[in-house]
């Protein structure tokens, strides 16, 4: 078994993206069809008075966004038993929806309890 794993952190997003259950949804949309993944069942919860917790379950794993619109923040959660360049497909995609710079960006390999770290 290999689950590729991507955490990242973007900052200077756009607020009312950030604190859009729609526009969250059309990104998650966005990187199941990029990956390509099958997207199992879709899940956003906006909370008060601000932010958004979006995910998609994937028949390879998951897709998971986190916002904090009063901070410019995301945290994306993608894995996947597929490939790496399916993970990077759907960070992508993500990209083209929430523009951000990327302050923290952890890829990993995770094979049969073997946790390595993968250069980008």
Request: with cysteine; glycine share 6%; aromatic share 4%.
């Amino acid at each position: 078994m290999k689950l590729f794993v991507l955490l990242v952190i973007l900052e200077d997003c756009p607020r009312d993206i950030l604190d859009s259950p729609d526009a969250l949804r059309a990104a998650l949309d966005a990187a199941v069809a990029a990956g390509p993944f099958t997207g199992l069942g879709t899940l956003v919860v906006p909370f008060s008075p601000q932010g958004v917790t979006a995910c998609a379950v994937v028949g390879e794993s998951h897709i998971a966004l986190h916002t904090w619109p009063e901070e410019g923040r995301l945290f994306l959660d993608v894995a996947s038993c597929s490939t790496q360049e399916s993970v990077h497909r759907a960070f992508d995609a993500i990209r083209r929806h929430v523009p951000g710079r990327v302050v923290l960006l952890d890829e990993r390999l995770l094979d049969a309890g073997v946790n390595r770290s993968i250069a980008r």
